[in-house]
């Protein structure tokens, strides 16, 4: 079978100068930075029809990389999309159980991921690309890119749970940072909490922490961007602006 030849743009910088397996593997939208890390580790990435388990292998222009198997090539252009999750939904791709999926509301040719996931119960603004370097710096807490959420809680929060909570919390899985916390004059069982990282369920928990239960999750922002105009289930496109602002948090600018 004839190679068809590439029309994309060469992704070296310059004649003697390749990029990194992992980065090539994230951009080109199959999966994070984090996740081709693991892949290759796991032998389950070949160049040119041999395995490679080398993090710092550097590819030419002209190498085959397949996963499994399957060859990876390069999206022709990068997708950037916000969507308000609906309750019931999950962030992965393929389920065991066949539950609803955001793909299931976001169906698209290109490859797209999300960035970090929220849980089935949690609603709000999520992030969807194919910009795999992207995803792997916005959910990096180096970056510390900031989520606010709206919580609802089974009682009133007390004001020594607050500042405890505000000054970081021991999880089972670490310290989480400190972060801002706000609680409705109208209704001290709603908070607002900003966090600069992603901890897996890291709001259910630090709550839980201190004997509450969240009744209700709602992200409202991620790194700036809202879905306030957007209904449940609805998406839109991000603006150039949008990405370019996006880019410019984590340094891609």
Do not use: W
């Not at 899985?173 to 607002?192: A, H, Q």
């Not at 790194?223 to 150039?240: I, P, T």
């Amino acid at each position: 079978m004839k190679k068809e030849k590439s029309k994309k743009k060469s992704l070296a910088k310059s004649k003697n100068e390749g990029i990194r397996i992992n980065k090539f593997i994230a951009s080109s939208g199959y999966c994070s930075r984090r996740k081709a890390d693991e892949l290759i580790t796991d032998g389950r990435v070949s160049v040119n029809g041999k395995i490679i388990i080398e993090l710092g292998t550097i590819l030419k222009e002209s190498d085959i990389v397949k996963i499994d198997g399957s060859e990876i090539k390069h999206s022709a252009r990068h997708k950037y999309i916000i969507l308000n999750k609906p309750k019931d939904f999950i962030c992965t791709k393929k389920d065991e159980l066949s539950r609803k999926t955001v793909f299931d509301i976001v169906k698209s040719n290109e490859s797209l991921l999300t960035v970090g996931r929220l849980d089935r119960n949690t609603t709000g603004v999520i992030l969807l690309t194919n910009d795999g370097e992207l995803i792997f710096r916005l959910t990096h807490p180096k970056y510390g890119i900031e989520r606010t959420y709206l919580v609802n809680l089974d009682k009133p929060l007390d004001e020594k749970s607050a500042q405890a909570i505000s000054k970081g919390v021991d999880l089972e899985d670490g310290r989480t940072s400190p972060c801002e916390l706000l609680i409705s004059p109208e209704d001290n069982k709603k908070v607002i909490l900003l966090l600069r990282e992603g901890k897996n369920r890291e709001v259910r928990r630090i709550f839980e922490h201190f004997n509450y239960k969240v009744k209700q999750l709602d992200r409202k922002s991620f790194a700036g961007l809202s879905a306030s105009k957007l209904r449940r289930g609805e998406y839109r496109h991000l603006s150039r602006i949008e990405v370019n602002n996006l880019k410019r948090l984590v340094d891609l600018e």
